[in-house]
């Protein structure tokens, strides 16, 4: 089993940037793959971003491609995710998520994740 706690979400104004981390424990080991969904208010969970948990590969959902980073530090076993030019549009619960078969880019999706933290809230005000 696999353990994920995010945090770092809160109030944001239009513009800003914001940094969230998803520390994962227990079996880290076992995971292929981390990554981050969003829902926001009335909508269904969304795929955000992933990356490779062994060598750093990065994909990106096109809707936030240039605005979102994701990253890892495998010492601390956290992923991280960094929002840039902040829009009321990205106001959501983050997820973070991890997989621990390998599964390709195009077909990570919500019912493919193994294990799930229990998200933080990001609210952008315009």
């Known amino acids: 089993q696999v353990q994920l706690v995010e945090s770092g979400g809160g109030l944001m104004q239009a513009g800003g940037s914001l940094r969230l981390s998803c520390a994962a424990s227990?079996?880290?080991?076992?995971?292929?793959?981390m990554a981050w969904f969003r829902q926001a208010p009335g909508k269904e969970r969304e795929f955000v971003a992933a990356?490779?948990?062994?060598?750093?590969?990065?994909y990106y959902a096109d809707s936030v491609n240039g605005r979102f980073t994701i990253s890892r530090d495998n010492a601390k076993n956290t992923v991280y995710l960094e929002i840039n030019s902040l829009k009321p549009e990205d106001t959501a619960v983050y997820y973070c998520?991890?997989?621990?078969?390998?599964?390709?880019?195009?077909?990570?999706?919500?019912?493919?994740?193994?294990?799930w933290g229990k998200g933080t809230l990001v609210t952008v005000s315009s």
């Open positions: 990356i490779r948990w062994r060598c750093s590969s990065t």
């Open positions: 227990g079996y880290t080991f076992s995971i292929f793959t």
């Open positions: 998520a991890a997989d621990r078969s390998w599964t390709a880019w195009e077909s990570i999706k919500v019912t493919g994740m193994d294990s």
